[in-house]
């Protein structure tokens, strides 16, 4: 299944699931459930989807950052009555080649997100996958060739093994093809063709139906490194607010220096101390933009990243720079006025660079840069208006294109309670968050409901 990123393949895998699972009965009952096998990054996401499109599938959650009620021990010993009562157990890449059990079990529905993952087939992590036995294999990827065709020969032998003949066949094959030109290709295409579903945004059937803004949230977890400094903030915040004595400018001043601290750590360790490292691997948000980018630059695409924290585009725009391999553009507060406009008109151009980096406050409002076609919001700032604003700079007159808005939320910490509140309209939203002063009203919380708001949980933030 591989259509274009935004066009639903996550809701076509759980309405099949749906039907699979309504098609039973106690005469016919399905024999196994289904296996969903993703990257860790995602793994909050699919739980959450389900959840909410999905919620008479009955889930179970194979990694040990969301154990089971019985414990993962008890599916060790005995995982076929374990099971009995799940219709889809999800796991994650790393833990097919850790728990034995998976591959011992005869899946109705083997499915890969991120199909990617296993694109290099002489990988622990490929062979781990391949292993697994079920009736109906699918493979989710928006890009099901990356680099080489050599990844569609993997893909295949996990979809239909056999079909494009060995490794070492189908590599003389494709060095033939990339000899003789793309005129070639025709009899490859005709033979994968069958197995390969692929819808595009730009198709004539597809684009008139089309949102023209489709928003998602993006989950994310934390790093170890991450989760260490965001308990260690919860811990110094509960102790300094028994000590406030009373103040409320001193508590006032305390509460939102630690929400800023809480905002820093679930971006990059490094922005919260300082040390100007930036280690893509050090935080969940930095890997998970890693994945998004390299989708967004495999299609040619352009993206806006924005971040209320000028000290941190610099180190974003390092990042995406190595994932689109060439140089993108930064605007922040301290970018003369006068340059403003010269960098507008080199986003704009058609060969201009892939993305911009932009502060929320400076670039926010008043630019044009309709040549995005994605929008991430790298960190909230708790304010739909302000965010709407931002997103506004692609999502405006002269966009030809369908705007696909990422807002990335971090599990298990402030970021998604704030997320939840604000996308479920609670009362407690609307009072809290109305106009500018929405962090101003978070200080007036009570000591027991603020740190009920930012307390760390090590389950959801898939530590």
Known sequence: LADDMGLGKTIQVLAALLRTKRATSPQQP???????????????????????????????????????PAGLASLTDNPAATLENTDLVITTYSMVSRIEWLSAIEWQWIILDEAQAIKTHTTLQAKAVKRLKGTSRVALT????????????SLFDFINPGLLGSAARFKEFTKTLERDGHTHYAPLRNLVAPYILRRLKTDAGIAPDLPE????????????????????????????????????????????????????????????TGDGMYAPAASAKFERLGELCTEIASRGEKVLVFSQFREITDPLAE?????FGRAGLVLHGGT??????????????????????????????????TSASHVIHFDRWWNPAVENQATDRAFRIGQKRNVLVHKFVTRGTVEERIDSMIREKQDMADALLKGDGAESRLTEMSDEALLALVSLDIGKAGV
């Not at 996401?45 to 009955?58: G, H, I, M, S, V």
């Not at 811990?235 to 905002?263: I, P, Q």
């Not at 990042?319 to 994932?323: D, E, I, M």
């Open 213 to 272: 803004k489709t928003e998602m949230q993006v989950y994310c977890g934390l790093t170890k490194p991450q989760a260490m400094l965001y308990q260690q903030t919860v811990d110094a915040l509960t102790r300094a607010l028994r000590e406030t004595g009373g103040d409320k400018m001193k508590r006032r001043g305390l509460v939102l220096a630690s929400l800023m601290r809480f905002k820093q750590i679930c971006n990059h360790p490094s922005q919260f």
């Open 319 to 323: 990042h995406l720079a190595g994932l």
């Open 30 to 68: 399905s024999p196994t459930p289904s296996l969903l096998v993703v990257p860790a990054s995602l793994l909050g996401n699919w739980k959450a989807e389900a959840t909410r499109f999905a919620p008479e599938l009955r889930l179970l959650i194979a990694h040990p950052s969301e154990p089971p």
């Open 142 to 153: 928006g890009t099901p060739v990356e680099n080489r065709l050599g990844d569609l020969w």
């Open 336 to 369: 003369a006025v006068k340059d403003r406009s010269d960098l507008v008109a080199a986003f704009q151009r058609e060969d201009g660079p892939p993305f911009m980096v932009l502060s929320i406050k400076a670039g926010g409002t008043g630019l044009n840069l």
